[in-house]
């Protein structure tokens, strides 16, 4: 059995350019403000997966005199998360999402990485499916289409809330 010197004296990989765990990549929603006045966030319970999609329109920049080859612009840029998971019982997160898309109110969204650094952004919920197979898990999957751009990656705040 190790002792605990021995595990001490374990070397350490020194190439700390590691990849990112996706499990470590969460989607919340704004569900308030606190007392201070700063947004909360609650977690949308049950993610499998919330990949962020941004994307431009391409645009034909080709003309004749380009030797036959196309060329392209980037146009009006866009964003969506699609977002699936588990149906979790009494989720604030996901009952969010549901009284977004019923009522068709657009809501902030936060995409926090493991060192919580985070991206925020409006977005509209423009699909909202539930799958009830008999021989499986209830899932749910939303489309969250962004209502204008998503910020740049920011520092975490020590001052927003954000519940587990």
Do not use: C
Not at 35 to 64: F, I
């Amino acid at each position: 059995m190790l002792t605990a010197d021995e595990i001490k004296k374990l070397p350490s990989n020194p190439d700390t350019s590691i990849a990112e765990a996706g499990k470590d990549t969460l989607l919340y929603v704004a569900d308030g403000t606190g007392t201070d006045g700063k947004e909360t966030y609650v977690l949308v319970g049950g993610q499998r997966n919330a990949p962020l999609k941004r994307q431009a329109d391409t645009l034909d920049a080709s003309h004749k005199t380009s030797g036959g080859w196309g060329a392209s612009l980037a146009g009006k840029k866009s964003w969506s998360i699609s977002y699936s998971g588990l149906q979790v019982l009494n989720d604030k997160g996901l009952e969010i999402l549901d009284y977004a898309y019923t009522n068709s109110k657009q809501i902030k969204v936060k995409i926090m990485y493991r060192d919580k650094t985070y991206r925020t952004g409006w977005a509209s919920v423009t699909e909202f499916d539930d799958d009830n197979a008999h021989d499986a898990v209830a899932t749910v999957s939303v489309t969250l289409s962004g209502v204008g751009a998503i910020s740049d990656i920011q520092a975490a705040e020590s001052g927003t809330r954000q519940e587990e």
